[in-house]
């Protein structure tokens, strides 16, 4: 596998295909990054990517690993990113060629 892209690469190459300049690429990822955030308690959907969901965990039992003690974790609120059926064929897909 390769490097991961950058926040950087990851512009540049919006912006090369939609002639746009990378400020605005920018811009509107921080606007999308910020959108995400907001209505994430009420899902928010990446078309073709997948969703956020803020998840209810429930309270539970657990152990120390330093000292293998029991201890009760208690109940709270995760995020949690579902990645959509299609991104999952097409990643897979691409990786099982390689």
Do not use: W
């Not at 490097?3 to 690429?25: D, G, N, P």
């Not at 921080?30 to 308690?41: P, S, T």
């Amino acid at each position: 596998m390769g490097k991961a892209m950058t926040k950087t690469q990851i512009a540049s190459h919006f912006a090369e295909k939609f002639e746009m300049k990378k400020k605005v690429v920018v811009q509107f990822f921080e606007e999308l990054a910020n959108l995400a955030y907001k209505e994430a308690v009420n899902q928010f959907p990446l078309p073709g990517v997948g969703k956020l969901v803020l998840v209810d965990r429930k309270a539970r039992m657990g152990r120390n690993p330093a000292t293998g003690e029991t201890i009760q974790i208690p109940a709270k609120k995760v995020v949690k990113f579902k990645v959509a059926k299609v991104a999952k064929v097409e990643i897979l897909k691409k990786f099982m060629k390689i």
